[in-house]
């Protein structure tokens, strides 16, 4: 009895929390006014090092991925100056859904919903936004490497891994921008199995001769391609660019366009 009242609920939820998704998701790919990003910074591990690094970002830490969305809409035409804004606002205390990494359809689903609940929940912003961007930071004393990050274009939520150093707060402004385009509807391009770039839509330039090594990651293929089967980490947004399909993807590019 107990689990058909939690499914119940669970479904009402959906039911509401899918209704905003969709009208934002339709507004989201018009581009015809900028789309408000709202960061919300969280303790990843509970560390003094991560809270000391919490208290010390400003707004300007984000916008290198403004400015880069700025530059990558010239890049493929899109006439609205600024695609994107960016705000910070004040920490998030709880952690979100633990990602079931593996798990099955149902698992997944499931977590999407609970996280999409857990970001309604916890959103004290008190201003207008769009996308919600939750950055969990974690001492790189403690954790050499992190979770993969995730963006779910339903609900317009994404859960950033993030590493509390200001030497790396480049490197976690490109994850941000990765999880942001999946906000809207941009697709990994790299092999999940080996985590290479996929030839061509996962390369800045597949046209390129020679092929490797490429000089710079399409941002959702994540890596840039030095050789058939090695790639290098971009350590900056000016690393990467948002490929033709990319943008496609997020309504940059129209049919028409080709």
Not at 5 to 27: A, D, K, M, N, P
Not at 65 to 80: I, N, R, S, T
Not at 137 to 166: I, P
């Amino acid at each position: 009895m107990f689990k058909k009242i939690r499914i119940v609920i669970l479904l009402l939820i959906l039911t509401i929390v899918g209704g905003r998704t969709f009208f934002s998701r339709v507004w989201s790919t018009d581009w015809d006014i900028p789309l408000g990003v709202i960061v919300y910074p969280v303790n990843g591990d509970g560390s003094a090092a991560a809270a000391r690094y919490i208290s010390s970002l400003e707004r300007d830490t984000f916008e290198p991925v403004a400015d880069y969305f700025v530059k990558q809409a010239k890049q493929h035409d899109l006439p609205l100056s600024e695609p994107i804004t960016i705000d910070l606002t004040e920490e998030v205390s709880s952690l979100p859904p633990q990602a079931p990494f593996g798990g099955s359809r149902l698992a997944i689903m499931l977590w999407s919903l609970k996280m999409r609940w857990w970001a309604w929940r916890v959103d004290k912003y008190d201003g207008p936004g769009n996308i919600k961007a939750f950055v969990l930071y974690f001492d790189t004393d403690a954790h050499k490497e992190l979770d993969h990050s995730l963006g779910l274009e339903k609900g317009m939520v994404c859960m950033v891994n993030a590493f509390a150093s200001r030497n790396l707060a480049a490197r976690n402004n490109v994850i941000i921008a990765h999880e942001l385009l999946h906000t809207l509807g941009a697709t990994d391009k790299y092999d999940p199995q080996t985590s290479q770039p996929i030839f061509p839509e996962g390369y800045a330039n597949p046209e390129r001769q020679p092929r490797y090594p490429q000089q710079k990651a399409e941002i959702m293929g994540g890596l840039i391609p030095v050789s058939e089967t090695t790639s290098d980490w971009p350590q900056m947004l000016r690393d990467t660019v948002i490929g033709p399909v990319s943008a496609r993807e997020i309504g940059w590019i129209t049919m028409s366009d080709d």
